[in-house]
């Protein structure tokens, strides 16, 4: 009897055990579910209208991009309205679905402004129509040495809790509105160009032509290295220094041209302005922007000298 007593009672406090473990099972699966959160951006890309940005380092200006048919553009403090490349949209729609948490950080709000995830973040919008499919702050960032990892953290805005994620996302978000717009002044197939013509002051100018691949000047065949090379950092050319508005009278002071011919007839021109104190750069394959000339030397990188594609030899004879 007294066996059988003490089997019920190790059955009773077994089932009240097995009971508290369930509930304290049942209890954290809805706590976990309820506060960690797989997915933070879940968004259609093809439907986005708007995306709104208000970096740190504009002060939180907002920076507005909005799709206009088929194309992007960015309302620029100037007034102005100018295309974003759709290559820069592709690639923050990327590091915008990237976002994956990986730990929640904190729970609380007192720890926001530790993650600088209140109002001292970035903070960005995602409008669908007139629906905001994602509202989201990109706060500090850090990196783990051992890992060699950069992480982020992040929080929705109509959330308490400080995410984790990999990443260095500030590097995308945390940025003035040129970041966005179309640094490039030249695109296209270098092995299509036959023709240089560099129109300068003075009697400085001169014209370099391929014949059978190899570039000729006044019938002196100039350097292939230097000349490749040219042509390669030209294509590659940016200039996120942007000059908005240029008085015309500077636009009527044309002072260098570079005019490329293509093999299938095309032309491309890039003119140097300047008086003084004001130098800045227009390209006919992007007619939306002019660029300061000045600033790292750039009219330099462009407007070369009939010197600079001579072989060795011939400067050492000059």
Do not use: C
């Not at 077994?14 to 506060?35: A, D, K, Q």
């Not at 209140?118 to 051992?146: C, P």
């Not at 939306?288 to 060795?312: C, H, M, Q, R, V």
């Amino acid at each position: 009897m007294a066996a059988n007593n003490s089997l019920k009672k190790y059955a009773v406090i077994f089932g009240v055990l097995l009971f508290i473990v369930l509930l304290l099972f049942v209890f954290n699966t809805g706590e976990s579910e309820r506060t960690f959160k797989n997915n933070l951006v879940t968004i259609d890309t093809s439907a986005v209208s708007t995306v709104l940005l208000y970096p740190k380092a504009e002060h939180h200006r907002e920076i507005k991009l909005y799709k206009s048919g088929n194309d992007w553009k960015i309302n620029l403090k100037s007034g102005k309205s100018v295309s974003v490349p759709k290559e820069k949209m592709k690639n923050l729609f990327r590091q915008l679905l990237s976002i994956k948490p990986s730990r929640i950080a904190a729970r609380k709000k007192a720890k926001w402004h530790k993650y600088e995830v209140d109002t001292t973040g970035t903070r960005i919008q995602v409008l669908e129509g007139n629906n905001v499919t994602l509202d989201i702050i990109i706060g500090k960032f850090s990196y783990q040495q051992q890992f060699r990892a950069m992480n982020s953290f992040v929080r929705l805005e109509n959330d308490k809790d400080v995410y984790e994620v990999n990443g260095f996302l500030s590097m995308t978000f945390n940025q003035g509105e040129n970041a966005y717009r179309n640094a490039k002044l030249i695109s296209g197939n270098t092995n299509n160009w036959n023709r240089l013509a560099f129109d300068y002051p003075a009697d400085s100018s001169f014209q370099m032509v391929k014949i059978n691949n190899k570039w000729i000047s006044n019938s002196k065949q100039l350097d292939s290295a230097k000349a490749a090379n040219y042509l390669r950092q030209l294509m590659r050319i940016r200039n996120s220094n942007f000059v908005d508005n240029p008085s015309q009278d500077l636009l009527n002071k044309p002072v260098m041209k570079l005019r490329i011919d293509t093999d299938d007839s095309k032309v491309i021109t890039l003119q140097m302005y300047g008086d003084s104190k004001n130098e800045i750069i227009s390209s006919s394959m992007n007619t939306e922007s002019y660029f300061d000339a000045k600033k790292n030397k750039f009219a330099g990188k462009i407007f070369k000298g009939l010197t600079y594609f001579l072989p060795s030899k011939h400067k050492k004879k000059k």
